[in-house]
């Protein structure tokens, strides 16, 4: 039998929120925690791809051909200076939505295209899944091909306003495509701890919804600006700052989770 693997959807249809920087830096803690790490570009814009130091424009082959045309995921998967492997994303992933819309089994083939790379013995302890700012066809397949989900969430007034939205959408797949799916939770960033009013944003959101906390918050700092542009996660490029040291203790704490 094969060791466990856990499969997490980062999600939430609101840009700017901190899913593609949870995604590398939460990545990039487990491998330093000596896990073996799969990170899915599941958007179109390619940021994931591109903070990972790696340049779309210089690939010819993507997640995007493993989703529509069945390419074996081995051939496309490269490995990054953070440590992780990375199935990469460009535009062209932009027509994945269009292309598989009329596809039967289109929610499935993420989960398909996990199975059959387990079945081929290549294993990873984590995988996590980068998903686009919209509840189209990737993120519904996110959804379906993983254990649980986690939604970033900047704690701002109107920041709840998808929240529910989002949970529609799990409850869907739940009912349809994925009964195992659990919500791990919501992880605050951009978090501004000084100001009472993120921290009651948070507690309203996480009671109005009946939603756990992943601790501690990421706090909003400068330091993650820079990280992207040197093609590594802000555990390589600031090693010693709060941030890092936060999302090392997110990571932890969800092999933590993994366990129970
Ligand atoms: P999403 O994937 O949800 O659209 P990103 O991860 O791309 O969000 O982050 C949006 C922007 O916010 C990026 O410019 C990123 O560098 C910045 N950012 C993310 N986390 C933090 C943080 N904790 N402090 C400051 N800036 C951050
Ligand atoms: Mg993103």
Same mark, same amino acid.
């Given at each position: 039998?094969?060791?466990?693997?856990?499969t997490?959807?980062?999600?939430? %249809?609101?840009?700017?929120?901190?899913?593609?920087?949870?995604?590398?830096?939460? $990545?990039?803690?487990?491998?330093?925690?000596?896990?073996? &790490?799969?990170?899915?570009?599941?958007?179109?814009?390619a940021?994931?791809?591109?903070?990972?130091?790696?340049?779309?424009?210089?690939? +010819?082959?993507?997640?995007?051909?493993?989703?529509?045309?069945?390419?074996?995921?081995?051939?496309?998967?490269?490995?990054?200076?953070?440590?992780?492997? /990375?199935?990469?994303?460009?535009?062209e992933?932009?027509?994945?939505?269009?292309?598989?819309?009329?596809r039967?089994?289109?929610?499935?083939?993420?989960?398909?295209?996990?199975?059959?790379?387990?079945?081929?013995?290549?294993?990873?302890?984590?995988?996590?899944?980068?998903c686009?700012?919209?509840? $189209? &066809?990737?993120?519904?397949?996110?959804?379906?091909?993983?254990? $649980?989900?986690?939604?970033?969430?900047?704690?701002?007034? /109107?920041?709840?306003?998808?929240?529910?939205?989002?949970?529609?959408?799990?409850?869907? &797949?739940?009912?349809?495509?994925?009964? +195992? /799916?659990?919500?791990?939770?919501?992880?605050?960033?951009?978090?501004?701890?000084?100001?009472?009013?993120?921290?009651?944003?948070?507690?309203?959101?996480?009671?109005?919804?009946?939603? +756990?906390?992943? +601790?501690?918050?990421?706090?909003?700092?400068?330091?993650?600006?820079?990280?992207?542009?040197?093609?590594?996660?802000?555990?390589?490029?600031?090693?010693?700052?709060?941030?890092?040291?936060?999302?090392? %203790?997110?990571?932890?704490?969800? &092999?933590?989770?993994?366990?129970?």
């Open positions: 039998m094969s060791p466990p693997s856990t997490l959807a980062i999600a939430n %249809q609101k840009g700017g929120v901190a899913k593609t920087t949870s995604v590398a830096s939460i $990545g990039a803690a487990l491998a330093e925690l000596g896990h073996a &790490v799969l990170l899915v570009d599941l958007d179109p814009q940021c994931l791809t591109f903070s990972l130091g790696i340049d779309p424009e210089d690939l +010819e082959l993507s997640v995007h051909q493993v989703l529509t045309k069945g390419l074996d995921p081995t051939e496309v998967i490269v490995e990054t200076d953070d440590g992780v492997s /990375l199935l990469p994303a460009t535009i992933l932009a027509r994945a939505e269009a292309d598989l819309l009329t039967t089994g289109r929610e499935h083939v993420l989960r398909s295209m996990l199975e059959d790379l387990a079945a081929k013995g290549v294993h990873f302890d984590w995988i996590l899944l980068d686009p700012p919209s509840l $189209g &066809v990737l993120t519904v397949a996110a959804l379906t091909a993983a254990d $649980g989900v986690l939604i970033p969430l900047q704690c701002e007034t /109107l920041s709840h306003r998808g929240v529910g939205q989002l949970l529609d959408t799990v409850h869907d &797949v739940r009912r349809f495509t994925n009964r +195992e /799916l659990e919500v791990w939770g919501v992880l605050p960033t951009l978090y501004d701890g000084r100001t009472t009013h993120a921290r009651t944003v948070l507690e309203t959101i996480s009671e109005t919804y009946d939603l +756990e906390v992943v +601790e501690p918050p990421i706090p909003k700092t400068i330091k993650f600006a820079e990280a992207p542009a040197a093609g590594r996660s802000i555990l390589s490029t600031s090693r010693s700052s709060k941030g890092a040291a936060a999302y090392r %203790q997110v990571a932890a704490n969800l &092999v933590t989770r993994a366990a129970r």
